[in-house]
């Protein structure tokens, strides 16, 4: 009689097809990272299950691409790394993920349990590295606690204050089998991710209320909001408030395209004019921190009361303002429009301040459209910019994603560059992070497939991820890379004569790079297309070319080392 022992045994899984298993279920569809001992195998589970990897050649820049995949639709980008070191790189992401409030989970392998302690391959305290930075932290200890630590952390990663998660997988757990039929039933159990808007507090009417009244009062109110509106999806409530009440608003730079920079009532151009002198200013989704001045004087009118609008209690008891709202953007601004409309207010085109805030923006816009109208050859910043805004506004469909960063580039660019529509901007962010502008274009081009990406960076930004452009090529990502080359950090050698001294004073200044590097030849090297350009004709046929082509391109932008300043802070003269 034959023996079908072997046949009988029911059919099992390891625990890298659990984890992939419990991603899927819970609706994860993306995921970036390295891969390695002892994490290779998970990614290609979880390929095989229909989620797409995307591999990086750093876990930094695969961080940095999960954490704006989580900002630009609103669930958990998903980063993947090897132990140790991988996931020492990773903390780039995570921490960014902490700074911006972006939902993230960063899944990285560790070390066997049994030899934890005694110096094995890459052995950390993982858990304890990424404390600072993360809002949960799990382990699983055994291959059936997989599916429930996956859905822990992808739940709290986008509830309340979104930030970034962590989930530690030890090599033996990913080894370990379990019978397939079991495992499907464990993440047929755990509880699947959604949008996690926060409950209505009991005080919540009064506070509406209380709000509406301080506007209805003011004589110079302002409308302030922030990239956390536009993580809530809150452009369409807010188009309605402005329109309702006539308020001029002001977005932080992440926040701008919510409304239109082109917008009437639009205060960019007028900054200074906008919140040194406004009396009340509501602040949706944006924090009093660096960008906004803290809310003080002198920047800020001493006299001037905010209320502000956060998702979070506690940062609202750190910012003490006249009034604070807890609760989700979208959900509060929607109630603000609805209490206006029972007894509507508007402040009219000819109110002194709306005339006030108009007139100056428009006088500061003419002066820039004045300095942007020359063609300033070798390049300075703002004649190359120019010409990129105006190859940008012309790509039909929905507007391109516009990643940015670098000192003078970015700030140029905050200035120049137009936007239209909500949440097609990205760059340095809270924390003025260099080094996340090839991440963010491949998160962009992942979660946006239907628009073109284009990078605007400095040399030395772009130094930073320039390898990615591999990446780039490899998934045929419809992202263009235009660099700033002014030779160097903030542009090369800007040492006086007393400064080049002492036994390295032949040394390159600490500020310079190779002039006129080939960055164009980099992306060649993979297949891609490479431009240089050094006039304005050069560059108008090289955006052209590529925007049209929407295929991998670096176009290499030679700028006059001497156009640029030191940059650092953010400076807003208008």
Same mark, same amino acid.
């Given at each position: 009689? =034959?023996?079908?022992?072997?046949? =009988?045994?029911?059919?099992?899984?390891?625990?890298?097809?659990?984890?992939?298993?419990?991603?899927?279920?819970?609706?994860?569809?993306?995921?970036?990272?390295?891969?390695?001992?002892?994490?290779?195998?998970?990614?290609?589970?979880?390929?095989?299950?229909?989620?797409?990897?995307?591999?990086?050649?750093?876990?930094?820049?695969?961080?940095?691409?999960?954490?704006?995949?989580?900002?630009?639709?609103?669930?958990?980008?998903?980063?993947?790394?090897?132990?140790?070191?991988?996931?020492?790189?990773? &903390?780039?992401?995570?921490?960014?993920?902490?700074?911006?409030?972006?939902?993230?989970?960063?899944?990285?392998?560790?070390?066997?349990?049994?030899? *934890?302690?005694?110096?094995?391959?890459?052995?950390?305290?993982?858990?304890?590295?990424?404390?600072?930075?993360?809002?949960?932290?799990?382990?699983?200890?055994?291959?059936?606690?997989?599916?429930?630590?996956?859905?822990?952390?992808?739940?709290?990663?986008?509830?309340?204050?979104?930030?970034?998660?962590?989930? $530690?997988?030890?090599?033996?757990?990913?080894?370990?089998?379990?019978?397939?039929?079991?495992?499907?039933? #464990?993440?047929?159990?755990?509880?699947?991710?959604?949008?996690?808007?926060?409950?209505?507090?009991?005080?919540?009417?009064?506070?509406?209320?209380?709000?509406?009244?301080?506007?209805?009062? *003011?004589?110079?109110? /302002?409308?302030?909001?922030?990239?956390?509106?536009?993580?809530?999806?809150?452009?369409?409530?807010?188009?309605?408030?402005?329109?309702?009440?006539?308020?001029?608003?002001?977005?932080?730079?992440?926040?701008?395209?919510? /409304?239109?920079?082109?917008?009437? &009532?639009?205060?960019?151009?007028?900054?200074? /004019?906008?919140?040194?002198?406004? $009396?009340?200013?509501?602040?949706?989704?944006?924090?009093?921190?660096?960008?906004?001045?803290?809310?003080?004087?002198?920047?800020?009118?001493?006299?001037?009361?905010?209320? #502000?609008?956060?998702?979070?209690?506690?940062?609202?008891?750190?910012?003490?303002?006249?009034?604070?709202?807890?609760?989700?953007?979208?959900?509060?601004?929607? /109630?603000?429009?609805?209490?206006?409309?029972?007894?509507?207010?508007?402040?009219?085109?000819?109110?002194?301040?709306?005339?006030?805030?108009?007139?100056?923006?428009?006088?500061?816009?003419?002066?820039?459209?004045?300095? &942007?109208?020359?063609?300033?050859?070798?390049?300075?910043? #703002?004649?190359?910019?120019?010409?990129?805004?105006?190859?940008?506004?012309?790509?039909?469909?929905?507007?391109?994603?516009?990643?940015?960063?670098?000192?003078?580039?970015? $700030?140029?660019?905050?200035?120049?560059?137009?936007?239209?529509?909500?949440?097609?901007? &990205?760059?340095?962010?809270?924390?003025?992070?260099?080094?996340?502008?090839?991440?963010?274009?491949?998160?962009?081009?992942?979660?946006?497939?239907?628009?073109?990406?284009?990078?605007?960076?400095?040399?030395?930004?772009?130094?930073?991820?320039?390898?990615?452009?591999?990446?780039?090529?490899?998934?045929?990502?419809?992202?263009?890379?235009?660099?700033?080359?002014?030779?160097?950090?903030?542009?090369?050698?800007?040492?006086?004569?007393?400064?080049?001294?002492?036994?390295?004073?032949? $040394?390159?200044?600490?500020?310079?790079?190779?002039?006129? =590097?080939?960055?164009?030849?980099?992306?060649?090297?993979?297949?891609?297309?490479?431009?240089?350009?050094?006039?304005?004709?050069?560059?108008?046929?090289?955006?052209?070319?590529?925007?049209?082509?929407?295929?991998?391109?670096?176009?290499?932008?030679?700028?006059?080392?001497?156009?640029?300043?030191?940059?650092?802070? #953010?400076?807003?003269?208008?």
């Amino acid at each position: 009689m =034959a023996d079908d022992s072997a046949a =009988a045994t029911p059919p099992s899984i390891d625990g890298n097809a659990l984890v992939a298993k419990s991603l899927s279920h819970l609706g994860v569809t993306h995921m970036f990272g390295v891969v390695g001992i002892p994490v290779t195998s998970l990614a290609t589970r979880a390929m095989a299950l229909g989620i797409r990897f995307i591999a990086f050649h750093n876990e930094q820049s695969a961080g940095y691409a999960a954490s704006a995949y989580g900002y630009l639709t609103g669930k958990p980008g998903i980063l993947l790394t090897v132990s140790g070191p991988g996931c020492v790189h990773g &903390l780039a992401g995570l921490s960014n993920a902490w700074a911006n409030t972006w939902p993230m989970v960063m899944i990285s392998g560790s070390c066997d349990q049994r030899d *934890a302690g005694r110096g094995d391959f890459q052995e950390l305290d993982q858990i304890e590295a990424v404390k600072a930075f993360s809002k949960l932290s799990e382990k699983a200890k055994d291959v059936r606690e997989i599916p429930n630590c996956v859905s822990r952390v992808l739940n709290r990663a986008g509830s309340g204050r979104p930030g970034g998660c962590y989930l $530690d997988l030890p090599s033996d757990v990913l080894r370990q089998r379990i019978v397939e039929s079991e495992g499907d039933e #464990l993440v047929a159990k755990v509880e699947t991710f959604s949008d996690h808007v926060p409950q209505a507090r009991a005080s919540l009417k009064s506070e509406i209320e209380s709000a509406v009244n301080l506007l209805r009062k *003011a004589e110079r109110p /302002l409308i302030v909001f922030g990239k956390g509106a536009a993580y809530s999806r809150a452009e369409d409530e807010l188009k309605k408030l402005v329109e309702l009440t006539g308020i001029p608003f002001l977005p932080t730079p992440m926040g701008k395209g919510l /409304l239109p920079d082109t917008h009437e &009532l639009s205060a960019t151009a007028a900054r200074s /004019l906008a919140i040194g002198k406004c $009396d009340v200013a509501l602040v949706v989704g944006a924090r009093l921190n660096w960008l906004l001045h803290f809310g003080e004087a002198p920047k800020w009118s001493k006299d001037v009361s905010f209320v #502000l609008v956060d998702v979070s209690e506690e940062e609202i008891e750190l910012r003490k303002p006249r009034l604070g709202i807890v609760g989700d953007a979208k959900t509060v601004v929607g /109630l603000l429009n609805r209490e206006i409309k029972d007894d509507p207010f508007c402040l009219g085109k000819t109110n002194p301040w709306v005339e006030a805030i108009s007139k100056k923006a428009r006088e500061n816009g003419e002066k820039m459209e004045m300095q &942007l109208a020359k063609d300033v050859v070798p390049f300075n910043f #703002l004649t190359p910019m120019r010409i990129i805004r105006d190859a940008i506004l012309a790509v039909e469909g929905p507007s391109p994603v516009v990643v940015s960063e670098g000192a003078n580039t970015m $700030d140029v660019g905050r200035s120049v560059l137009v936007q239209r529509e909500p949440r097609t901007r &990205l760059d340095a962010g809270t924390w003025g992070t260099m080094g996340v502008g090839l991440g963010y274009c491949i998160a962009a081009a992942v979660a946006c497939p239907d628009r073109l990406v284009v990078a605007v960076e400095g040399d030395s930004g772009f130094g930073f991820s320039a390898m990615e452009v591999e990446t780039l090529v490899r998934y045929s990502l419809p992202v263009v890379v235009i660099v700033f080359n002014n030779g160097g950090v903030y542009g090369g050698d800007r040492r006086s004569p007393e400064e080049i001294s002492g036994p390295h004073k032949e $040394d390159p200044a600490p500020t310079s790079f190779v002039p006129n =590097a080939g960055y164009h030849k980099l992306i060649e090297a993979f297949g891609g297309k490479g431009y240089i350009v050094e006039t304005p004709d050069e560059l108008k046929s090289a955006l052209s070319e590529s925007f049209a082509a929407r295929k991998p391109a670096v176009v290499n932008v030679i700028i006059d080392p001497f156009a640029g300043a030191e940059s650092g802070r #953010l400076q807003h003269k208008n």
